[in-house]
């Protein structure tokens, strides 16, 4: 499906497939320190290789701009039967797509991808610090659920609270 960004740019958002693999890693190859400051892994060839060998029962999308990926968003689906419907959301967005709404509306693309397959609810984890993807997430239906004390090392080599969010579908 198609959208057009703040500033008019048109991107395509879509299921990944296996011949996306080196656009992917491309993304998070130019991806700026900034962009990835309160991401976790993959960042590099072999976190990638394990993060798309591994999405049974899960999704993946990815934002193009004409052939360029500049968003890749993930809900993984848990294999205990205790946690079926149950999935753990991640998303990144190029630094050169932020607050132009892409971050928005790939992440409602997920969410009703998750809902037409059958999962119950989502949840993510965040930095307490990081108000604009919050924001993003809260516009695509996520609500506050918790807060883990310092729960993440940030570059700076101090502690930061995640918020703990959720959707239920």
């Keep these: 499906m198609d959208f057009a960004l703040k500033d008019g740019r048109i ?3 879509r299921s990944y497939k296996t011949g996306d693999f080196e656009a992917m890693v491309s993304m998070f ?3 700026s320190g900034e962009a990835l400051r309160y991401g976790l892994p993959p960042y590099d060839r072999t976190h990638l290789e394990r993060w798309v060998s591994d999405l049974d029962g899960g999704i993946l999308l990815l934002a193009l701009d004409r052939e360029t990926v500049v ?3 993930v809900i993984r689906a848990p294999r205990s039967p205790r946690l079926k419907g149950i999935g753990d959301f991640v998303i ?3 630094q050169d797509y932020h607050g132009k709404g892409l971050g928005t509306f790939l992440t409602k693309s997920i969410l ?7 999962f119950h609810r989502v949840t993510l984890h965040v930095v307490a610090d ?7 997430y809260e ?3 996520f609500v506050h659920e918790g807060r883990l004390r310092d729960a993440f090392l940030d570059d700076d080599g101090k502690y930061h609270d995640q918020l703990v969010m959720g959707v239920i579908l």
């Design 92 to 94: 990144y967005v190029h």
């Design 29 to 31: 190859q130019r991806l």
């Design 11 to 13: 991107i395509t958002v």
């Design 112 to 118: 009703e991808g998750a809902r037409r397959k059958g």
């Design 139 to 141: 516009r695509a239906g």
């Design 71 to 73: 968003g890749a968003a």
């Design 130 to 136: 990081n108000v604009p993807a919050i924001k993003a």
